[in-house]
């Protein structure tokens, strides 16, 4: 028996309880939908904040390596100048002298110029006395000494003073003239008197230095450069004015003996700075890759049904020319620019015409545009088929595979750090590459025969990449390095939908000789 | 955890909450869905949507009412927008007809039955009928939400009865006579 119900009622007591589970696949849609476009959004926010992170370090490294590197510099002049100082013994003025307190200075100058004045003046009365043109001698050797003292203070003043020496030695032994007793053994008061002057400011200095600040050093620099040169061209106008009462040309040759012993120290002198100073900061490095390339996760570019099929992947070539700046010994930023290729294959598809099999959505891939004469091809996964269940047709097919082959412009931005920074050098690298591609393509290969079917449609015309390596490299010469750089590169936003899991990467062995100038 | 605390992390667009939240209440709106919609495909991709809408919307829902009364909601304009948009509403030559009260026996007819011929009533009977009968709506929301008037509504509605009721009826001739 059966009670009659109204129908409504009839639905409701039916339906109340009904429950149907959905497919998997549409948890994974909605999953997509809401968080695929946050990812799009983020791929370029996060390499925002990387970058900015980046140079805000270049930034900080590049001004503070400026100052420390300029303060550096102000001690190495300081040492340079105490080193010579000590080393010719002699009678130095220095900046570093001078940079001792005032008094001290007035003091020892005092001492010695009146020694200087003493001399000149019994020098000039006797120059006088014997030729005229004495005076001329006396002007020209000032010219000679000014000029010379200008650029090196401390060194000119060693050379003028010793090379003086030996010439007023030189000339009293050659000379059987008048005055000759006397003004060796005045200037020998002299010199005792000027190398005694500058020993006590030696000394001085050494201790004084310590106590005065960088600031006044600076300061003082600055201001006493003058005055160590005027203090030495009094010297050198002394001995010269004594040296000029003998024979005219040994003078000129003299001088010019001088001259060249400045102008080669000076040389040396600015050889040693610019070996210290100069880094050779940029570096060019071509170089060539073979690169592999496959997904992290279980997944295709292709097409759904491809998501369980074995994939192989190509091995390509990558090769481009790389730039470096080093920031200092151990950093650099680099960039450059690179073509690469990548490729793989999915296997066990089988194809066939259209017409065998009424067309069907199914066997349409959904991130293939095809090619005219591939349009009547389809292609099928052979790991989502039946066997048993599927028509004769499908199962006579040969399994074949599809080959996806694209080509990117890279153009990385990426930091190196050097671990190791000897002739044999490690470093590790991080960074990341835009990649613009410039070559898209999908061959189907049946039987051995390898055909064009077309393109992929889901490749962003811009993606970008993680990068991370490991780079060893070694010292050929000064100037050139063999590089070797295993680099893993996971690439981002590279398919704007892909089935499955499809996490693309490429590994590169980044081979090549840097160049530094 | 607790739906307040899942409906929270949802807020924040966290994936683990909102795959909870889905795996709670998925095949309810999925039959709910099935009920709307013209085949199996169609209340899969009427699923997605709603559920997209939901968790887009989540941070709307102020934890008044049920919160599957909300998503239900969702689930039943998501399927009444894809229709609004088409179109289909006016597609019908109206003849008003009475609402007959409907009475039919108790049989076990299969519920795959029963959603098979609800799926095969035209668009705007489908929907009327399952708004009024199967969700409680009055006929004046209906006929607010369709933008149809409220005799249009009752027309509808004892149309889809009549037509259910005669599907039934020969189901029943039909399995009567195969059992004989």
Redesign the interface.
Known sequence: M???????R???E??KD??????D???D???D???ND?RKRRVLPIWWKVAGVAAIIALLLTVGINFFSNDSAIDNDNIIVDTENSSSGKSNTSIDENSTESQINSEEKGNSSKVANEEIDSNSESNFDEDGSNSNDFNRNRKYSNPKNSPQSSNTSVADNSNKNSNLKKNSETSDGLNVSSQKERFNSTTDAVTNSSKSNQELNNSENQKIDKAETDKLIKGLKNNPNSAVTNNASETSVESSSEEEKKENKDTQSIEDAIAEANNGEEEKDEKEKKLNRWNISPNVAPVYFNSLGKGSAIDQQFVDNTKQSEITMSYGVGGSYAINDRLKVRTGINKVDMGYRTNNVIAFGSIDLASNARVQMANVSMTASAENTAYMSTETLNTNASPEIINSKSKGSLDQRFGFIEVPLEVEYALVNKRFGINVIGGFSTLFVDENEIYSVVDGVQTRIGEANNINSMSYSANFGLGINYNVSEKIKVNVEPTFKYQINTFNNSSGDFQPYFIGIYTGLSYKF | MSLEQLIEQCKK?D?KA??QI?KLY???L??LS??YSKNYAE??DN??DA??TI??KIDQYENKGSFEGWMKRITINTALQQYRSVGVFDIIGEEQIEDV???????N?G?DY??KI?QELPDRYRLVFNL???DGYSHQEIADMLEISIGTSKSNLARA?LI??EK?EHYKASSNSQSL
């Open positions: 059966s009670d009659k119900k109204h129908i409504d009839l639905f409701q039916k339906l009904f429950e149907v589970s959905p497919d696949a549409v948890w849609n909605i999953h939908r809401l968080h946050k | 667009n994936a909102q795959s889905y998925a095949s309810k999925f039959s099935l009920k209340a899969q699923l997605q559920f997209v968790f887009k009260s409907i009475e039919i026996d108790n049989d007819i519920v029963l959603l609800i009024y009968a199967l009865r259910l009721k039934i």
